[in-house]
């Protein structure tokens, strides 16, 4: 019965920013863990970052730290990841994902958006 929605894809140029946002309907966003994942052509679904229910812990992947930011406003049910210097390696499907715990496991989130599209060019 959770839905997510994301939006903010679009086009950049290497060294530019986007910004995504994720809303989740429903009463119990804030019980949900939430993460970012991403999927490039010919790959698998691979982890970006995700942060706790409270808000209080996040973790990246190692090919996005100190570049993207993943935050949460519980009370406007909404995540978002903030990518900074985007790369041409960034390029590929985003997708939102509500888990019970944090993890960076595709495997275990239960609820998944449609995916917005993010392409970095050179």
């Known amino acids: 019965q959770v839905q997510l929605v994301e939006s903010g894809g679009g086009l950049a140029q290497a060294g530019g920013s986007l910004r995504l946002s994720c809303a989740v309907s429903?009463?119990?966003?804030?019980?949900?863990?939430m993460g970012w994942f991403r999927q490039a052509p010919g790959k698998e679904r691979e982890f970006v970052a995700c942060?706790?229910?409270?808000?209080?812990?996040?973790y990246y992947a190692s090919a996005v730290k100190g570049r993207f930011t993943i935050s949460r406003d519980n009370a406007q049910n909404t995540v978002y990841l903030q990518m900074n210097n985007l790369k041409p390696d960034d390029t590929g499907v985003y997708y939102c994902?509500?888990?019970?715990?944090?993890?960076?496991?595709?495997?275990?989130?239960?609820?998944w958006g449609q995916g917005t599209q993010v392409t970095a060019s050179s």
């Open positions: 994902a509500a888990a019970d715990y944090t993890t960076r496991f595709v495997d275990e989130y239960h609820y």
């Open positions: 429903g009463r119990t966003f804030s019980n949900y863990a």
């Open positions: 942060i706790s229910a409270s808000g209080g812990s996040t």
